[in-house]
């Protein structure tokens, strides 16, 4: 075994020993004179170095790995962005149903009536909960969400003719998908500085973007709102219009829907194309960093466009189809299916007072956080630019600019000093457009004593960094530090090879 | 019901804290024209009690086909998901985790990445895995996005050998759009397959990768792999393989065949069928493309281990991503399917190489049998007899008999085969080589079957075609 | 001491001899952080004053290198592909990124010396 490392588990590997039992015996005694009906030149000369594990080591090596990890099952998880809420024991429960796991996706759908009155549920309710027309759920996460939302865009002006619109408008505080999907989709990114404003769209920086690129040429903007800093876009109503005034579409990125359910619409707002992050507002699982899945919502001028298959109803019920001018498949089969049972659970666990109770919920826990916090860790955009106090939304971006210049006292120290505490840090350094950002978002699902308790230690700690800032960084709970990410660049070690330890594997 | 936990005592406590009176005065930015006025349009909450009947009752309109009697792959393949990863994999930690950003409290899941990714360079031959992709055909998607990028935008042209899986080769399509990527499909020969000579013949300066399927979504297995992947090789085109894992248990890898890129399912390795998603995709190249592959990539590195100089696990290369290049990123993708890479991960360590290379080898021996049966039922017409297949193969059935037999099937609660033509939502797809499949179906055996189920296939087939 | 030349955008020119050597400035490469990634340019390719003719990377940042003045690469210095740390040693020195031919002199007029550069608010 290599040096001070956790074990991995090709490490165990003995050969004779056995692993999990899959078929008995009796069936396996047939296979080996099968080998001849292979191209013998296709026929591998050695077995795969796969490790041999007894069952029992193979579940300590894992359990290991998972209590060597974090989930919001272990602690308070306030990643900015991210809606780490609570994932309900019910939706894991039920998506393990056989009737749902065990469904070949070549059954016809014809003998499949429950998955399409699901679909058509899930469609139905996320078309109410976002003010769109139609929704489709097939797009894998957020970005391929965001991928067909643009590839949607560039096909609709295609059909009317207006192949100059290849401007994408798109402001300093996006997330990186959102600039990275619209060059995948063949548009060009124009970034627009909302920093020095209230942080936000406004039509002053609206329209220098449309003087500059000229009009006939912008093909949309995306915006999410909440915006990334927490804040609700207040001009939104104005921007939509203008942009829609000079023929160009608006698209919503979901990922701060939390904020609200049952308070106010996407597509009230006038965006003409949304997508929703299940993973975030609807609870499926991040998984840590996966399965996802991203639905979009459409106005009806987009539904010809919509990804293939989408489903609709019938005079009997309904059905698969390919809509007109489909941008086509985004996926195999039909999205991700074990995510959208959960996301339907979700949804009926909660109930239209449920879903609105979820955002109400999570500004109020924002609120509370940015007003107990802000004192020591300021809030670039506390006030609107003409003096109001500034409420956040479900999120707010504090800062640790001051400490910095105080006392050399980084977001990174205090994220790996709130590590030390037994919590996760905040999502930091974005959005890029606050220095030193501690971005926070403490979900519904959080306590009043877990946030007091947080606010405990984020306090503590803004002390320990003004009177020993070293104390600060010092601090070492964790069992793993200074992992080197230089090191990892320059010196790339991306997988095992049997090599490591002399192979036992041949033969 | 909500998982709300704080009372309306503490609510009114916070918003007093914060300033305000009413909650609704914490919503002074939005216009008042946008705040909604009525309640959202869903089911009233279920308590658990009828969460569970209403998961019943959406489950019983369906037909319930049971496992052994799914005779079907494209793509998606019914294996015995073992207990275990199950049961790890429902861990706390591991699925309600974030994307291992924090290295130092991720120590578990980034180990986890890093056996996977070893584990997907043994079974495809590369150098380099990704942390795994939406699904086999958004990484084969990912892949043309390599060979756009290796030549810089100056080759154009995606090639696809015959019959690479439809649905595979519509998802490549429509991320082809905003590459501005032509693709096309080779013709076969009358035996289904491609020769040296026509691909040599439709190979130019201009074509950025030729797509081989292994086993092909027939489910044969191409000889002549390695001859084919040198001709392309020359002409400087990327040999991309879309690649069922599952063969590595008895054959040989793509990297030993000659390809530069590699992708497909891990569906395959203790994840369920599942309807369809969600899959993992697996996406795997040689060393000299690190820097054009999409996605995230773990490392190991030197750290601090309880104080003492050690090795440790943290995301690496991220430069390449779009958090950090934004519009310059090599593409969006901000996520993996961790929780089914574990999942893969947990179920290749508890086969192991022996276990594996006997699940890899009764999957054949049953698919074997079965041909067996089916071939010799009057009427049943080995679609390609020459040639060999691991799992999944084709026959041709009298006209108008295979959707017959698809129907009867349903009646008895079977899965009796895919149409090649067909897709998984009932789309007709239409190819180049349509012709060569016109009347077929193609089936797919796994470990789970026996002998009793591919009787009652058997008996089904010949049932239909006697009339009977 | 041989002419250097810089841009607002953090790249130098310094001419030795005939040729112009052309990298990103010391304090480009303290505020990039340790280097772990350079792509360079193809020798002979031409490129237009502002076109982005090389990246180099940081664990957490990339950037883009412009080109001061319209150029030809004469030669690159590819030893940084396996030791990209020379830059954040030696900047702009051994850390050179390309040898190049400055296509119309008269634009080097455009860009800053010493003492502008030294003065410019970073």
């Known amino acids: 075994m290599a040096a001070n490392q956790s074990k991995l588990i090709f490490e165990y590997d003995v050969e004779g020993r056995h692993g999990t039992q899959v078929v008995g015996g009796m069936r396996n005694g047939r296979v080996e004179d099968h080998k001849r009906r292979l191209p013998q030149n296709l026929v591998a000369s050695e077995r795969l170095p796969l490790p041999q594990v007894g069952e029992l080591e193979l579940t300590r090596h894992y359990v290991k790995l998972a209590q060597d990890s974090f989930g919001i099952d272990t602690g308070f998880y306030p990643l900015g962005s991210c809606t780490m809420k609570y994932n309900p024991k019910a939706c894991e429960r039920y998506v393990k149903h056989p009737g749902f796991a065990n469904t070949h996706p070549h059954q016809p759908i014809e003998s499949l009536p429950g998955f399409l009155r699901m679909f058509a549920d899930l469609q139905d309710w996320l078309a109410d909960m976002t003010g769109m027309d139609q929704i489709s759920l097939t797009p894998a996460a957020g970005a391929q969400g965001e991928f067909a939302g643009m590839l949607i865009f560039k096909r609709y002006f295609e059909s009317r003719g207006e192949h100059q619109r290849t401007v994408m408008i798109v402001p300093d505080s996006a997330h990186g998908t959102n600039p990275a999907s619209a060059v995948l989709s063949g548009f060009e990114v124009a970034e627009v500085k909302c920093a020095d404003a ?106 010809p466009f919509l990804p293939h298959p989408h489903v609709r109803s019938t005079s009997d019920g309904f059905e698969f189809y390919r809509p007109e001018q489909s941008i086509g498949r985004m996926k195999l089969f039909h999205g991700q299916f074990g995510i959208l049972v959960r996301a339907w659970i979700y949804i009926l666990l909660h109930g239209p007072d449920g879903l609105r109770r979820i955002s109400e919920n999570a500004i109020i826990n924002a609120n509370y956080l940015q007003a107990r916090l802000k004192d020591h860790y300021p809030v670039r955009y506390d006030k609107w630019s003409d003096g109001r106090d500034r409420y956040c939304m479900h999120e707010f971006v504090a800062s640790c600019g001051r400490l910095k210049k105080e006392v050399g006292v980084s977001a990174k120290d205090i994220a790996k000093a709130l590590l030390n505490s037994g919590f996760h840090a905040p999502t930091t350094y974005f959005p890029l457009i606050i220095e030193e950002a501690l971005m926070i978002e403490p979900t519904e699902t959080e306590s009043k004593e877990l946030l007091d308790s947080f606010v405990d230690v984020m306090l503590g700690l803004h002390h320990t960094a ?18 080197d990410e230089t090191y990892a660049a320059r010196h790339i070690d991306v997988r095992w090879q049997p090599e490591e330890q002399g192979s036992a594997a041949a033969g | 019901m909500t998982f709300v936990p704080n009372t309306a005592a503490q609510r009114a406590e916070m918003l007093k804290l914060i300033g305000v009176e009413r909650f609704e005065d914490l919503l002074v930015a939005i216009p008042p024209d ?81 056996e996977y990714q070893s584990y997907i360079c043994m079974l495809t031959g590369m150098d380099i895995s990704n942390a795994s992709g939406y699904d086999g055909a958004t990484t084969l998607a990912d892949a043309v996005l390599m060979s756009n990028y290796v030549h810089k935008g100056k080759r154009k042209r995606v090639l696809f050998a015959p019959f690479v899986n439809a649905e595979f080769r519509n998802v490549v399509d429509t991320y082809a759009i905003g590459m501005e990527m032509e693709t096309e499909v080779l013709s076969a020969d009358s ?74 399912e891990a569906q395959c390795f203790g994840n369920y069928v599942n309807y369809g998603g969600p899959y993992c995709g697996f996406l795997a190249c040689r060393e000299e493309f690190v820097r054009v592959l999409p996605g995230r990539l773990i490392g190991r590195t030197v750290c601090q281990r309880d104080g003492e100089p050690g090795m440790g696990f943290v995301m690496t290369l991220q430069a390449r991503e779009q958090h950090i290049r934004r519009n310059k990123a090599m593409s969006n993708i901000c996520s993996n399917q961790a929780l089914l890479a574990l999942r893969a991960c947990i179920y290749l360590g508890s086969v192991g190489r022996n276990g594996f290379r006997q699940l890899a080898a009764l999957c054949h021996a049953n698919a074997l049998e079965a041909h067996e049966k089916l071939v010799n039922i009057s009427g049943v017409q080995d679609a390609f007899p020459e040639r060999h297949f691991f799992n999944e193969f084709t026959l041709r059935f009298p006209g108008g008999t295979a959707a017959a037999i698809r129907q009867r099937g349903l009646q008895e609660g079977m899965l009796c085969g895919i149409h090649p033509l067909v897709e998984s939502d009932g789309t007709l797809n239409s190819e180049s080589n349509a012709g060569l499949v016109g009347d077929c179906l193609t089936f797919a055996f796994t470990e789970i079957h026996t002998t009793e189920d591919s009787d009652a296939l058997a008996r089904l087939v010949w049932e239909v075609l006697s009339g009977s | 001491m041989s002419r250097i030349l810089y841009t607002k955008t953090h790249e130098y020119l310094r001419e030795e001899g005939s040729a112009w050597f052309l990298g990103i400035t010391d304090h480009a490469q303290e505020a990039l952080g340790d280097i772990t990634f350079v792509e360079l340019p193809e020798a002979g390719a031409e490129f237009s004053a502002g076109d982005e003719l090389a990246t180099v990377e940081s664990v957490k940042a990339v950037a883009g290198v412009m080109a001061p003045v319209s150029l030809r690469i004469i030669e690159v210095n590819s030893s940084l592909e396996d030791a990209p740390e020379v830059i954040n040693s030696d900047a702009q020195g051994s850390g050179w990124m390309a040898k190049v031919e400055v296509m119309d002199p008269a634009q080097l007029d455009s860009l800053m010396d010493q003492a502008a550069y030294d003065a410019m608010d970073k």
């Open chain 1, 198 to 303: 209230d942080g936000i769209m406004n039509m002053d920086i609206l329209n220098a973007a449309i003087e500059k690129h000229g009009a006939e040429r912008i093909a949309g903007i995306m915006l999410t709102n909440p915006s990334t800093l927490g804040t609700f876009e207040k001009d939104i109503l104005a921007v939509s219009e203008r942009m829609h005034e000079i023929g160009a579409l608006l698209y919503y990125d979901g990922a701060n829907l939390n904020a609200l359910l049952g308070i106010a619409r996407p597509g009230d707002m006038g965006f003409d194309l949304i997508h929703i992050n299940t993973h975030k507002t609807l609870s499926t699982p991040h998984g840590g960093g996966g399965p996802g899945s991203g639905p979009i919502g459409v106005k009806q001028h987009l539904a």
């Open chain 1, 466 to 483: 003004r009177v020993d800032a070293d104390k600060l960084r010092n601090l070492d709970n964790l069992r793993v530090t200074q992992l």
């Open chain 2, 34 to 114: 946008l705040i909604m006025q009525r309640q959202l349009l869903v089911p009233e909450a279920h308590g658990e009690v009828e969460l569970g009947r209403a998961v019943e009752a959406l489950t019983a309109q369906n037909l319930r086909i049971p496992p052994g009697r799914v005779f079907a792959g494209g793509g998606s393949y019914m294996h015995h998901v073992p207990s275990v990863v199950d049961e790890i994999s429902s861990r706390g930690e591991f699925y309600t985790a974030y994307t291992p950003y924090q290295p130092e409290v991720s120590q578990g899941y980034l180990q986890s990445i890093y």
């Open chain 2, 191 to 264: 035996s289904g397959r491609l020769t040296v000579d026509a691909l040599r013949g439709a190979l130019s300066e201009d074509v950025a990768c030729v797509i081989f399927q292994y086993p092909d979504c027939l489910g044969y297995l191409e000889e002549e792999l390695e001859q084919l992947s040198a001709v392309v090789r020359e002409s400087g085109a990327l040999v991309v393989f879309s690649f069922y894992p599952y063969t590595a248990g008895l054959l040989r890898t793509p990297g030993e065949l000659g390809a530069d890129i590699v992708c497909g």
